[in-house]
């Protein structure tokens, strides 16, 4: 397993750190085993979550090489599931219905990588069903999926077909495009001049800017711990199908002018070395709006980093910001969003 040992904290720069938590298994993982030949259990016990003494940043202990992050991105994940899905409207019964006989065949077949794959799937669309007043359904349904009941969710498809109507907000069918985050940036910016974003294009506040008549712009930037060239999908690619449907300027963000807000979302903790960016970003941009998941959970195999209460002041110490965290209407879907202005 080729991986470097990382000493510093890739914000602070601190050499002292504690272990935090162990990474949990997921579709990257997985890849990222097979990717270097070990197991999944192997790999999620070598690469751990450390915590930095002095800034509170959570990061990993060892780390994948470029060109590893990169075939991990291009080949093995080439397109953004979530930015996709978002985009795509694919929030619906039919397709829940769809995938169901992918897992079923995957289950007949015992191909444990599909089984895995579509189980996530189908907990995904679960998840992104509005709370109201069917918890204990949503629990019911979960269990099927993760029982392998096929019968039971095919005697549920009245109520399936009942609450998969629309995506609860901020999950992953729904994206980051939201009237009321917006009202909450327009408010604590004092309006916002203008808006890019830099990630992914397919599922933040770009179209939402645009039609209210903001100058826009999406950032390409290359990293290797993201998506990026064969991000592909019905013969597009994620950069043109925001440019084509919603008419936003695509511009290189090492040669884009200085500018108001900037978003990327679920972004920052895919960074190796985040204190660079975030200079970079705010030498160019009065403010910046960042979104994190999962910040109470064990970090991701796939995110470098994660981001407590003490590095996000951290960061606004550093830059001079002022940092927002009372946009409660996102924490429910287990996102945060920090605003620096």
Same mark, same amino acid.
Request: proline residues 4%; hydrophobic residues 40%; contains cysteine.
């Given at each position: 397993?080729? #991986? ?5 904290? =890739? ?7 504690? *272990? ?22 192997? #790999?999620?016990?070598?690469?751990? /979550? ?24 291009? +080949? ?13 409207? &694919?929030?619906?019964?039919?397709? *829940? ?11 007949? /077949? ?8 579509? &189980? !996530?799937? %189908? ?16 629990? @019911? ?17 009245? %109520?399936? !077909?009942?609450?998969?109507?629309? =995506?609860?907000?901020?999950? &992953? ?31 933040? @506040?770009? +179209? ?25 999908? #019905? ?25 108001? %807000? ?15 960016? %975030? ?63």
């Amino acid at each position: 397993m080729n #991986l470097k040992e990382i000493k510093n904290c =890739p914000l602070c720069n601190c050499q002292v750190s504690s *272990f935090h938590s162990n990474a949990f298994s997921n579709l990257y993982s997985e890849k990222i085993a097979q990717m270097v030949n070990v197991s999944e259990i192997e #790999l999620l016990e070598n690469v751990f /979550n450390v915590e930095c003494s002095e800034c509170g940043l959570i990061f990993k202990n060892k780390w994948f090489e470029p060109k590893d992050l990169n075939q991990l991105f291009t +080949k093995e994940v080439p397109f953004h599931p979530k930015g996709w899905d978002a985009a795509l409207g &694919r929030f619906s019964a039919n397709n *829940f219905f769809k995938e169901l006989e992918i897992f079923q065949l995957a289950i007949t /077949n015992n191909d444990i990588s599909k089984i895995n794959q579509y &189980r !996530r799937a %189908l907990l995904s669309i679960i998840d992104s069903i509005v709370d109201a007043n069917n918890a204990e359904e949503k629990q @019911m349904l979960s269990s099927y999926i993760e029982s392998k009941n096929i019968e039971g969710l095919r005697n549920s498809e009245d %109520l399936i !077909r009942k609450y998969i109507i629309e =995506p609860a907000p901020f999950k &992953r069918f729904a994206g980051f495009s939201s009237k009321a985050m917006w009202d909450y940036f327009e408010e604590k910016c004092g309006g916002v001049k203008n808006y890019a974003e830099l990630g992914c294009p397919l599922w933040g @506040m770009l +179209k939402h800017a645009k039609a209210k008549g903001k100058p826009v712009s999406f950032l390409k930037r290359f990293e290797p711990n993201y998506w990026g060239s064969n991000c592909i999908n #019905l013969g597009s690619h994620c950069t043109s199908f925001a440019n084509n449907s919603w008419d936003v300027p695509l511009v290189d963000f090492d040669t884009s002018e200085k500018g108001h %807000l900037i978003g990327f979302f679920q972004y920052l903790d895919h960074l190796e070395h985040p204190g660079e960016f %975030l200079s970079e970003v705010f030498n160019k941009f009065e403010a910046a709006a960042i979104i994190l998941d999962g910040v109470e959970q064990p970090v991701a195999i796939q995110h470098y980093t994660g981001w407590t209460d003490s590095s996000i002041n951290f960061i606004a110490d550093k830059f001079n910001k002022t940092v927002h965290t009372n946009f409660e209407e996102i924490k429910s879907s287990g996102n945060y969003l920090y605003l620096f202005v």
